[in-house]
């Protein structure tokens, strides 16, 4: 490869066998992320060969790319003026970057416009970046990447392009994006924009939904969309409502049924005081023309039960039009309305909460002639207007010629290729809908207040909460008790379009009505959000915060490693500390406070499923998943965990470990009023409190808060919760403390705390594998999550404190195969401190690495420790594990199992029988050589068998 070389910051060698760029990852964030609050896609590039090769390095890619999108040119960058792009394109900078901003134009262009972005190197990767992007619709974001990563890899030199990977980046299975890429090298760039914008149009919201959910947004209302189509959740947990475009959870089923049927709805609205025209219900077109002989022409036919104007009819004046107007109806219903004919204007008026908000004058589909062109050609002009589209997505919709086109047509002696003269208006449609290209004119300020009262009564007549009425009359500014005229119409769901963004007049934010009607001023659309992180003790934390607020006589929706609990029930067994457990607890109607817990796997993966925090709290920051997914420091670390921190609103309350460097340091960043905990006393932290901000300290064994309207507050002694084992268990007072701190900040009665924390014990029920202890077979066993250094080492203070009541000590260990060696074997040597007799266990969380590699691991860093390879067993199998555990122990011995199949392993426990003991199963196993790699093996009675070599089973 051979490439002018003019000038890099970064003068790296191309190499001799070039490499394209390749896609290694995709993630989506749906919430705020480690990057940004807002969502976006990410894009995990290799650029291969293209790193020595910046924009300004490669020939004419610059000015090819700028021809292809010159909208390029009105990008800011990070210059913060338009024509920064430019002037960075120019300067050189990486193609990961270049994608960033194709993939931003190519969404904006297709209908979905967005911004904001930014590309990020990965940190011990040469070459390697991360490409985020803003997106509105999933798919279309996804979409809007692959096709940028394609784009941009056309404009390289020959023996550089074939982009790999980007099946990662969105996967087409027609093979449709492929074809896009022409033979001579080029870009299909118009073919991938109207793919682009079909996904556009089939995703995203509608006119009328898209106005409440901004309207919503505009009034601080969370949003959640819960379907691909305009299915709407406004508000959390009980505070939520939902609406589907004009639909509302508050709408009357058996009102929408009323509308539906025209027949009932004249008779409701008769009833009412409400003027409607005289008609009929017929079944046939015979029938239709005896009835029309009766009332009296003009008339109308439209279907019982139809809408947006189809199969409608109107001033029909002869038995044949009658007829035809029924068998245009026909289609559409099987009985058809036959009623007076009212003259005048067609009206609409959008009726909400039983308020008149607003009212536009419809127009038929028309066209005006100027002596030149055909009526097709004045068509085509008209439907060229950017505001009109094929269906309902846009402000108005294209005019479309059909049989009734060409039948009106006709009617005036017209046809498509007749040229109509200057000025002629040329009506295309009997009926004003907007969904057959009629346009609107904003009438709401002229409306007559008789008229207004009409259509409100229509409304309440009906039912409806929010009801379009139509309405025709001469003049809408006249009583038509004066004029003539009346309701002819009441729809359920009407469209907001024609006031949105009316063709004449001004438009009328009715959406704003809507979202008053469902919150009114001074209600709630939220509910509290109490969210908790750390490398331990989250989970525990969590349940005490939950028992707290539901002795409150709350309904607690809280997600947990171990399901998703709604007042107190689990309706989602599993780890639920992720997002989408999160998202499940805000949309359940019943929920009145929210506990989420957050784990770095969630936020990672997607980002948090909050959008914002009430109370927020890290708990401490420990060696844990370093080395996964760019966390490669414990600083990387604290900067994720602090996203719980960083949504926390202004008037919320952030909850920090004062006696945890890294997480004390998240202040700086933090929203709300900081407040501190500490097993230390109040020493570190009286600046803090005297300056007016709150603490919950541990002074003596006692629990006490600083802060508040009061200065100090005991709250209770530690030793008095149940969980701590009378005050030993250490870890179980700091989550204590933490529980503390976040339910007084959230305002919850210092003697409610204390009656709650009272009753939370370390039972299976109330914390599952969190210190369960089990006294049933004459021995102790404690079942506990101590899957890390940090658990363990807390554990093991325990067992410390514990050791002179217990004859024997026995601990069953081990720790997800995704850690890092060092840190697999410091839980080793933790171990070997700690236990008298060890067994060693690996699956089912060996995690890709090669079956017993876990376990050698573990047994090099106790061997290291001291530890005597006599009492080390190792056993592959969790069950096993347990059951030769169990099977050591003696009455008067304490056993710490630190298991991952909580359930069971519980289960196990309670189930076991302790008479049931051969000498073979207590006997611990001989240890391994240390250049040994174990593939242990168990047998069916739980003996472990000798170790193999890697690779000889």
């Known amino acids: 490869m051979t490439l002018p070389d003019s000038g890099s910051a970064r003068a790296v060698p191309p190499s001799p066998l070039p490499t394209p760029m390749r896609v290694l990852e995709k993630g989506v964030y749906r919430g705020p992320h480690l990057y940004s609050f807002s969502p976006m896609i990410r894009l995990m590039l290799d650029l291969g060969t293209l790193e020595a090769w910046p924009s300004h390095r490669l020939p004419d890619f610059n000015v090819r790319l700028l021809t292809l999108l010159p909208s390029l040119h009105a990008h800011q960058c990070s210059l913060g003026r338009p024509g920064g792009l430019v002037e960075r394109l120019e300067a050189g900078t990486w193609l990961g970057h270049v994608t960033e901003h194709v993939a931003l134009e190519l969404q904006s262009l297709a209908g979905s416009p967005v911004s904001r972005g930014k590309t990020r190197s990965v940190k ?115 505070n939520q409502q939902r609406l589907r475009a004009s639909i509302t959870g508050q709408t009357s089923h058996v009102a929408v049924n009323a509308a539906s049927n025209k027949n009932l709805t004249k008779q409701l609205l008769s009833d009412a005081g409400v003027p409607v025209p005289r008609g009929v219900v017929v079944r046939s077109a015979d029938e239709a023309v005896r009835e029309a002989a009766r009332l009296g022409y003009p008339l109308v036919t439209k279907p019982l039960d139809g809408n947006h104007g189809r199969g409608v009819s109107t001033h029909l004046t002869t038995p044949d039009e009658v007829r ?15 009623e007076q004919h009212y003259t005048g204007h067609d009206y609409r008026i959008l009726v909400v909460n039983g308020q008149v908000v607003a009212v536009a004058q ?30 309902h997505e846009n402000v108005m919709t294209r005019i479309r010629v059909d049989a009734q086109v060409r039948e009106l047509l006709a009617a005036v002696g017209l046809s498509l290729d007749s040229v109509p003269r200057a000025g002629q208006t040329v009506v295309l449609r009997s009926t004003a809908n907007l969904s057959t290209g009629g346009t609107a004119i904003d009438r709401t300020d002229a409306i007559h207040p008789a008229n207004a009262l009409f259509a409100r009564r229509a409304a309440l007549a009906v039912g409806l909460d929010i009801a379009g009425i139509d309405f025709l009359a001469p ?13 002819v119409e009441v729809n359920a769901a009407p469209g907001f379009r024609m006031h949105l963004e009316p063709s004449e007049g001004l438009p009328r934010d009715v959406a704003r009505s809507v979202i008053e009607m469902l919150y009114p001023r001074g209600s709630r659309a939220r509910i509290p959000i109490l969210a908790v992180t750390g490398t331990n003790g ?85 060696s844990d998943h370093l080395g996964l997914k760019g966390i490669d420091t414990l600083q990387d670390l604290a900067r994720l965990k602090s996203l719980v921190v960083n949504v926390v609103g202004r008037r919320g309350h952030s909850i920090l470990n004062a006696d945890d460097p890294l997480t004390a340091r998240m202040r700086r960043t933090a929203g709300g009023q900081v407040v501190y905990f500490s097993m230390q006393g109040l020493s570190r932290l009286e600046r803090h409190v005297e300056a007016g901000g709150m603490a919950v300290v541990l002074e003596n064994g006692e629990i006490v808060v600083y802060g508040g309207e009061q200065h100090r507050q005991p709250i209770m002694p ?62 102790r066993v404690i079942v506990d999550y ?13 067992v410390s404190k514990l050791r002179p009541q217990y004859a024997r000590t026995i601990g069953m260990v081990s720790i997800p195969g995704d850690r890092r060696n060092e840190d697999i074997e410091e839980m080793g040597a933790i171990a070997a401190r700690t236990f008298d007799d060890l067994i060693f266990r690996e699956a089912p969380d060996g995690r890709g690495r090669a079956s017993g590699e876990v376990m050698a691991l573990l047994s090099q860093g106790a061997l290291g420790a001291g530890f005597s390879p006599e009492r080390m067993r190792r056993v592959l199998h969790e069950t096993d594990a347990v059951e030769a555990s169990l099977r050591m122990a003696r009455p008067g011995d304490l056993v710490a199992l630190m298991p991952t199949g909580i359930d069971a392993v519980w289960q196990q426990v309670q189930t076991f029988v302790p008479e049931s003991r051969t000498e073979a199963q207590i006997q611990p196993s001989a240890s391994p050589r240390p250049d040994q790699r174990l593939n242990t093996r168990t047998d069916q009675t739980g003996n472990s068998l000798q170790p193999q070599r890697a690779g000889h089973d």
Not at 324 to 336: D, E, I, K, M, P
Not at 555 to 574: F, H, K, N, Q, R
Not at 727 to 750: D, E, I, R, S
């Open 124 to 238: 011990g990767r040469e070459g390697v970046y991360n490409m985020m992007y803003a997106y509105q619709e999933e798919k279309v974001g996804l979409l809007a990447g692959r096709l940028a990563l394609q784009l941009v890899d056309s404009l390289l030199p020959p023996d550089l392009r074939g982009v790999r990977g980007l099946d990662v980046a969105y996967r087409d299975e027609t093979g449709n994006l492929a074809a896009l890429n022409l033979p001579d090298g080029s870009f299909d760039l118009p073919a991938a924009l109207d793919i682009l914008g079909t996904l556009v149009r089939r995703t995203r919201l509608g006119p009328t939904t898209a106005a409440l959910v901004q309207a919503a947004r505009r009034r601080g209302i969370p949003v959640l969309r819960m379907d691909e189509l305009s299915m709407i959740q406004l508000g959390y947990g009980k």
């Open 324 to 338: 035809s107007g029924f068998a245009l109806a026909a289609q559409h219903s099987v009985r058809v309305i036959l």
């Open 362 to 391: 419809r127009v038929p589909a028309q066209v005006i002639g100027n002596g030149l062109s055909t009526v097709q050609a004045l068509i085509d002009e008209v439907n060229r207007d950017p505001r009109r589209g094929a269906g």
């Open 475 to 487: 003049d809408i500014s006249r009583s038509v008790r004066e004029t003539g005229g009346g309701i």
């Open 538 to 622: 989250k989970s525990t934390t969590a349940r005490m915060v939950a028992h707290v607020l539901a002795a409150q006589g709350l309904t607690v929706g809280m997600t947990s490693t171990s399901g998703v609990y709604i007042g107190g029930e689990l309706v989602a067994p599993g780890d639920a500390t992720g997002p989408r457990s999160a998202r499940m607890v805000l949309r359940d109607p019943t929920v009145d406070v929210a506990v989420i817990e957050a784990a770095r796997g969630g936020m990672l993966r997607e980002g948090l499923g909050i959008d914002r925090a009430d109370v927020g709290a890290v708990l401490n920051v420990t």
């Open 718 to 779: 530690a030793a008095e919760i149940p969980a701590t084992l009378g005050g030993l268990a250490g870890f179980n007072v700091q989550n204590a403390l933490a529980t503390c701190a976040m339910c007084f900040a959230h305002g919850v009665p210092v003697r409610d705390i204390r009656s709650a924390l009272s009753t939370f014990t370390s039972s299976f029920e109330q914390s599952p594998g969190r210190l369960n202890v089990h006294d049933e077979h004459g021995f």
């Open 786 to 798: 101590a899957h890390n250094p940090a658990g363990l080492s807390a554990l093991s203070d325990l």
